[in-house]
């Protein structure tokens, strides 16, 4: 059975400085509700007096309403390396007779260490090993192991949840292939059961050490090059399973990536009275695309920059912050310009990002002039 283990394969590289380009949508209601013009100012909105009257004098500067795409997004440091490491965990004693060294790379049907001269085999899946698999069993763990054994070569029984009679006989022609006693019994300890081919991070125990149940054999992580990112907690609704980021590598390449497992990490506090857990976000994300994955084989490990995408909006009018005014009575606006004269012209925001904000409004279109502060 294969217990969860520390963080991130490898140390850290080099924090980068971290960039943030968060919405400010929600800052700008903030204001409209506390009130004040100082509070709008704050956040380089300006105040109308009244959204009805002429303006009584032409803005300093204007600028026009475009149509383009917005992001809003967050920018934070990562690691690069192969992921979350994961402590192997033996479920029976014994001596180590041998063990894999750290860097190894062990696929479905090889030993991933041995017991009293018998081997502890990797197959592929989901579920943790947490019983002896024999004839008369029913379970997702019975299709597991039919389903590697099918994979390895062996036949002559239904990758079903059964296990039975003939499902032992190929239980045998592979124990006899493994060189060990043909008893038809998977025994708990001899199987571990993990997504798949792994990499030997390291090694927790020497070969000839005396293991007993629940020892720490090694530990492990997926081959394939991946980015570790903690996050607040606040942060976490950014980064679900399935959620598309993209990674900067030391040499500037964008990577296209995906986040591939989300994991709340819980770091006790000292003995102190105000020393309090901790909560963090582990975030491991995959890289997708073939040129970012090229890229990042050129390093062991490395600092990167993830940028997580928070909103999009395409296609939508926008104006510079600075010119989303705070209207008297309530709401926002913007100071049109026709020519020598100007007005107040009440919008409904929406997304900010890149130092704009998006618009809507009655008569606003792409092209309107609009004021904006010196």
Same mark, same amino acid.
């Given at each position: ?28 209601? !903030?204001? *409209?509700?506390? /009130?004040?013009?100082? &509070?709008?100012? %704050? #956040?380089?909105? @300006?105040?109308?007096? $009244? +959204? ?67 081997? !502890?085999? *990797?197959?592929? /899946?989901?579920?943790? &090993?947490?019983? %002896? #698999?024999?004839? @008369?069993?029913?379970? $997702? +763990? ?72 629940? /020892?720490?054999?090694? &530990? ?155």
């Amino acid at each position: 059975m294969l217990g969860a283990g520390g963080g991130p394969a490898g140390p850290r590289g080099a924090k980068r400085a971290r960039r943030s380009r968060r919405g400010r949508l929600a800052l700008a209601l !903030v204001v *409209l509700i506390a /009130g004040g013009a100082a &509070a709008a100012a %704050a #956040l380089g909105l @300006g105040r109308a007096q $009244d +959204d009805t009257a002429s303006a009584p004098a032409l803005p300093p500067k204007t600028a026009e309403v475009d149509r383009r795409d917005l992001k809003d997004s967050k920018s934070t440091d990562g690691s690069l390396g192969f992921g979350t490491s994961r402590t192997a965990i033996s479920r029976i004693g014994g001596t180590l007779t041998g063990v894999a060294e750290a860097g190894d790379t062990v696929g479905r049907g090889k030993a991933l260490y041995e017991v009293d001269d018998v081997p !502890v085999t *990797l197959m592929y /899946g989901p579920t943790p &090993a947490y019983r %002896a #698999l024999k004839s @008369g069993l029913e379970g $997702d +763990d019975v299709r597991q192991l039919e389903r590697n054994l099918a994979a390895l070569g062996y036949s002559g029984f239904t990758v079903d949840e059964e296990f039975t009679d003939l499902t032992a006989d190929a239980v045998k022609e592979w124990q006899e292939d493994l060189g060990v006693k043909e008893t038809g019994t998977v025994d708990l300890g001899r199987v571990v059961f993990v997504p798949g081919e792994v990499r030997v991070d390291s090694v927790e125990a020497e070969q000839g050490a005396a293991l007993a149940p629940g /020892g720490k054999v090694l &530990a492990y992580t997926g081959t394939g090059k991946a980015v570790t990112v903690e996050l607040e907690p606040a942060d976490q609704d950014m980064a679900k399973e399935g959620t598309k980021v993209e990674v900067v590598l030391p040499d500037d390449t964008v990577a296209k990536g995906v986040v591939e497992d989300v994991t709340t990490v819980i770091t006790p506090g000292g003995n102190g009275e105000d020393d309090e857990a901790e909560t963090t976000v582990e975030v491991v994300i995959g890289l997708t695309d073939a040129k970012g994955r090229k890229a990042a084989d050129s390093y062991a490990l490395a600092a990167v920059d993830v940028e997580f995408t928070a909103g999009t909006r395409e296609d939508v009018l926008t104006v510079p912050v600075s010119a989303l005014l705070a209207l008297s009575e309530g709401g926002f606006g913007v100071e049109v310009v026709e020519g020598t004269a100007t007005r107040y012209a009440p919008v409904e925001p929406g997304l900010f990002a890149d130092g704009r904000v998006e618009i809507t409004g009655d008569g606003i279109t792409e092209g309107t002039k609009v004021g904006v502060p010196e």
